[in-house]
């Protein structure tokens, strides 16, 4: 294997890797809406202290007692947040590595 076939392998799985974290990535964020827009629609109607977020989109209720109910987990923020983090690594690296064959 060539140093140039090489290098091309390696691009295209940092591309793979850009598209599939991408996917992740917009996949989540469109649950967070379907979870926010559809199912927690009606938390205003039996909640008095309603918070609402865009990013990702979020729509929860802070009950008396502390309890709270309808919000994103740990986990679903953390795979969304890394997912669009590690795409925008490699994102970075491709253009790089992409920026030095060029020369």
Excluded: Y
């Amino acid at each position: 294997m060539t140093s140039v076939s090489a290098r091309e392998s390696r691009l295209n799985r940092l591309w793979g890797a850009v598209c599939a974290f991408a996917g992740i990535f917009f996949l989540l964020w469109a649950l967070s809406w379907l979870h926010a827009s559809v199912l927690n629609e009606d938390l205003q109607n039996h909640c008095a202290d309603v918070h609402t977020s865009r990013f990702p989109f979020e729509k929860s209720c802070t009950h008396e007692d502390g309890t709270v109910e309808g919000a994103n987990s740990v986990t679903f923020d953390g795979i969304f947040f890394g997912s669009m983090s590690a795409g925008i690594a490699c994102l970075v690296a491709a253009f790089m590595t992409e920026a030095v064959r060029r020369r």
